[in-house]
């Protein structure tokens, strides 16, 4: 089967720097992507890493390591408008089209 | 503006009652998806298809039923049969299933609720 852990949730103060671990198991992989989800709203895409080493995209940053099943989303110069939960997700088996698998999510609190 | 659309965004069901839930994308997109998000919860999928005419079980299809008679369209209907019905649905679109990695679009959503 497909599983991925995430913390449950995380606390960080405006301006700081913030990791979101997520560790996976997976019997085939095709990549780790991110999702961000307001309360109450659509979960919107942040990124995807396909490969091992760091993606950058504006103050996000996403990191995959395929030997340790293991990836992280770095957020940096943290504002309010960062508190949302955080999902990381897998593909699901290459038969089932773009299935995807989610995380149980963190819930970032980015506190004044 | 191209995007998917669900409907209603709050909807309530009586016991016994069948409802459904509406999602139309005008992105052109081949795939679709249904989840259901749990309170603290991550996504799981119910259904999902591929392509026109053809659709597949999630995680958690018992007691939903969809179709997909057009590209734009995948209802999903909640039956009876869905004893623990009340979750806020997010139906996404992907380009294709073909690529290895396709970005999945969501929309708003449509909580609902048992009365």
């Known amino acids: 089967g497909q599983s991925l852990e995430q913390p449950s949730e995380v606390t960080a103060v405006e301006g700081a720097i913030v990791q979101i671990n997520c560790t996976y198991q997976t019997s085939g992989f095709y990549g780790l992507s991110w999702y961000q989800q307001h309360d109450g709203g659509a979960p919107t895409f942040l990124s995807y890493?396909?490969?091992?080493g760091l993606e950058e995209t504006g103050r996000f940053s996403s990191f995959l390591s395929r030997s340790d099943s293991y990836g992280y989303l770095l957020l940096q110069e943290l504002q309010m408008k960062d508190s949302a939960s955080y999902f990381c997700a897998v593909r699901g088996e290459y038969n089932q089209g773009g299935k995807l698998i989610f995380g149980q999510g963190t819930e970032l609190s980015v506190k004044p | 503006d191209g995007g998917i659309t669900q409907s209603p965004k709050y909807l309530f069901r009586k016991e016994g009652q069948n409802v459904t839930l509406s999602c139309e994308q005008n992105?052109?997109?081949?795939?679709m998806y249904w989840y259901r998000q749990d309170p603290g919860q991550g996504l799981r999928l119910i259904y999902y298809?591929?392509?026109?005419?053809?659709?597949q079980k999630g995680d958690i299809a018992e007691g939903y039923s969809v179709s997909r008679e057009k590209k734009e369209s995948f209802p999903l209907t909640v039956t009876s049969a869905q004893k623990n019905p009340t979750a806020f649905y997010l139906c996404?679109?992907?380009?294709?299933?073909?690529?290895?990695?396709?970005?999945?679009?969501f929309g708003p959503g449509t909580r609902l609720l048992v009365l």
């Open positions: 992105l052109n997109h081949d795939a």
């Open positions: 890493n396909a490969l091992d």
């Open positions: 298809s591929q392509i026109v005419n053809d659709f």
């Open positions: 996404a679109s992907s380009i294709s299933v073909t690529g290895v990695f396709e970005t999945q679009y």
